[in-house]
């Protein structure tokens, strides 16, 4: 029997770690003028950060810093679909924005990066909250039910559409 490893390059999970390095050690650090690539999820993002090494700075992932949104890989039908959701309506709002900033960004779990993401200078995050699309963050580590009727919960319903703060339809 053969084993075959298929890990990726360990200098990988360093990227995270070196740029909020870079950034000073305990410090925050403002990433001006990123390129947005895609978001995975509601909460996780990939930018090319500016003035970075390629190595470190193209193709990062970001997670936006104080919100926890519905999983994709959710336990019910209602958080898998709020999940793609609220994907597409941030794939949308980043693709549309005119610039995009990471603000107070910080080496967080797992020593990815977390930052508060901002869309021509709105928060994406409590413009998220906001429409319903994601609730605060728990630091104690409980998620949120989205299984449970929003009504039910005292919980705002997920909002897709409209219109942003920067003016851009995001439908």
């Known amino acids: 029997m053969r084993l075959r490893f298929t890990a990726r390059p360990f200098w990988i999970g360093l990227i995270p770690l070196s740029i909020a390095a870079a950034a000073g050690a305990g410090s925050d650090f403002t990433f001006e003028e990123v390129s947005f690539l895609f978001c995975y999820n509601g ?10 090494h390629p190595l470190l700075g193209q193709a990062v992932n970001v ?24 994907k597409e309506y941030l794939n949308n709002l980043l693709a549309r924005a005119e610039r995009i900033d990471l603000v107070t960004a910080s080496r967080g779990t797992y020593f990815r990066i977390v930052a508060d993401v901002k869309a021509d200078g709105m928060d994406v995050g409590e413009h998220l909250i906001s429409r319903g699309m994601a609730r605060p963050y728990n630091e104690d580590g409980v998620r949120s039910n989205w299984c449970v009727s929003d009504r039910l919960a005292g ?8 219109t942003v703060h920067s003016g851009h339809s995001v439908d």
Do not use: H, S
Not at 66 to 84: F, H, M, S, V
């Open 155 to 162: 919980q705002p319903p997920l909002r897709p559409g409209g």
């Open 43 to 52: 909460n996780v993002c990939r930018f090319t950060i500016p003035d970075v």
């Open 63 to 86: 997670r936006i810093r104080g919100i926890e949104t519905p999983r994709l890989e959710g336990p019910c039908d209602a958080e898998k679909t709020g999940g793609e959701r609220v």
